[in-house]
């Protein structure tokens, strides 16, 4: 089965830095990526999604980095906003499978 | 375009009750997944639904719960004689095709069991 881990439970930026979470999965057959938001109260939220045929995908303020050689995923959120306050979750698909594998997430803390 | 939608929000119930959890998938939307979601943890599969169809139900204890996605209607995540392990937000997310993997989450049903 996938095991996915992240490294950090928790990340404390300050507002205007670029943040960076990370995510590591175990299945080398893994080839659906997904990074959702969740913030207080509310359910996951998708923001990015890269296939493994992309080592790179980006989006408005986010950027997913996948390195299939280490199994290493990571959301870079660029000018880091207070309301990007939130939790962050990957979530790994593997082999056509639709039941994706979430990570435990990181709390993203931004202090203005 | 509305989106997924849950409801009750929260639900409490006390040790032996029932508990029905409802879930509209997305327009256009025919899958419907069941997620358990534990304080600080990841959301953890439980059931995969198409119109009248059980696809997938290998995260769902076996006794106690089952799940149903009529014709007509909304998907229904049902609890019988909860107990306080119960407690958690319970998540549905929905898909327009199975190949479509981006799944969309509903806000969540958050169940206290006392």
């Known amino acids: 089965g996938e095991s996915v881990g992240l490294h950090l439970p928790t990340l404390s930026v300050q507002e205007g830095d670029n943040s960076i979470i990370n995510c590591a999965y175990s299945n080398s057959a893994s080839d659906y990526f997904i990074w959702y938001k969740q913030e207080s109260g509310k359910g996951p939220q998708f923001i990015i999604d890269i296939r493994s045929n992309m080592d790179k995908r980006q989006g408005q303020r986010v950027t997913v980095l996948l390195n299939k050689t280490v199994k290493h995923l990571s959301l870079q959120i660029a000018a880091t906003q207070p309301g990007d306050s939130a939790v962050y979750f990957c979530?790994?698909?593997?082999?056509?499978?639709?039941?994706?594998?979430f990570g435990r997430g990181t709390s993203l803390i931004v202090h203005p | 375009n509305a989106g997924v939608m849950q409801n009750p929000r929260h639900l409490v119930r006390r040790r032996g009750q029932e508990a029905r959890l409802r879930c509209s998938p997305m327009k256009g939307h025919s899958h419907v997944y069941w997620y358990r979601q534990l304080p600080e943890e990841g959301l953890k599969f439980m059931v995969y639904?198409?119109?009248?169809?059980?696809?997938?139900e290998s995260g769902m204890p076996k006794e106690r719960f089952s799940a149903e996605f009529p014709k007509e209607g909304p998907s229904i995540l049902r609890i019988q004689q909860v107990v306080r392990g119960d407690s958690a937000a319970y998540f549905c997310?929905?898909?327009?095709?199975?190949?479509?993997?981006?799944?969309?989450f509903g806000p969540g049903t958050r169940l206290t069991v006392l």
């Open positions: 997310a929905s898909s327009p095709e199975r190949n479509t993997d981006t799944q969309y």
């Open positions: 639904l198409q119109k009248e169809n059980i696809i997938d």
């Open positions: 979530a790994v698909t593997s082999g056509g499978s639709y039941i994706p594998t």
